[in-house]
């Protein structure tokens, strides 16, 4: 983990500190923001892992950061609240975060989700084959790279890590709480309408590649190749 940064964008020091400590404990470096202004300043002149963004914030809120992430990098983004709303936490998941935190939080338990996603983002492969080709579709598992008629297209963590569950099951169903289980893991505490937010947001992006992904009324999902 030595080479992992992590950026911690929240404007209450004590939690940024409080998760540096245990971050640092865990061999991570850190970075601190304290407003999603700040925070793109420093992703442009810094090479960041992962972030762990606060919604509320003065200057630039969580929601818009996390929107300008997206558009231009592909690192996975855990996002904290002091809101317990369902519809902020779907509304987070939409745009494209790949986890969500209430407020208070164990520091132990996010660390360990931070690790678990970092572990799945940037470790192996799921499998050693140096692509898949379907159609228009180019997928490079071991560079976490996705390509729609030779164009490029930026995948949220979550998103990439969908794609291949899929492509390791193609023309096989896969039900809404099998998706939900090997993607967000079993610990995931929000709702299972994350698993069609983020099939629906995968399909946009893939775009005329997207029917490859067949919703089968009644069961749930597969990619029919």
């Not at 601190?32 to 090479?47: L, Q, T, V």
């Not at 939080?105 to 050693?128: M, T």
Request: hydrophobic fraction near 40%; glycine fraction near 6%.
């Amino acid at each position: 983990m030595d080479n992992i940064k992590v950026l911690l964008v929240d404007d209450e020091e004590n939690i940024r500190n409080l998760l540096e400590a245990y971050l640092k404990k865990e061999g991570f470096k850190t970075l601190h923001s304290s407003n999603g202004k700040e925070a793109i300043e420093i992703m442009e002149r810094e090479s960041v892992n992962l972030v762990v963004l606060d919604i509320m914030m003065p200057v630039l809120d969580g929601f818009e950061t996390l929107k300008v992430i997206r558009n231009r990098w592909n690192i996975p983004v855990i996002m904290l609240s002091a809101k317990e709303e369902e519809e902020d936490k779907l509304l987070a998941l939409g745009f494209g975060a790949d986890n969500y935190e209430t407020k208070p939080f164990s520091p132990k338990v996010l660390v360990a989700k931070i690790k678990a996603l970092i572990k799945r983002s940037y470790g192996s492969s799921i499998d050693k084959s140096t692509g898949i080709v379907i159609g228009n579709l180019y997928i490079d598992e071991e560079g976490h790279r996705v390509m729609v008629s030779d164009e490029e297209i930026n995948l949220s963590p979550t998103e990439f890590s969908l794609l291949i569950y899929f492509l390791k099951n193609k023309n096989i169903v896969l039900t809404r709480e099998q998706i939900l289980t090997k993607i967000w893991g079993y610990d995931f505490e929000g709702d299972i309408r994350v698993v069609d937010t983020t099939i629906k947001r995968l399909r946009e992006k893939l775009k005329h590649m997207n029917k490859v992904i067949v919703t089968v009324r009644g069961f749930g999902y597969k990619i029919e190749v």
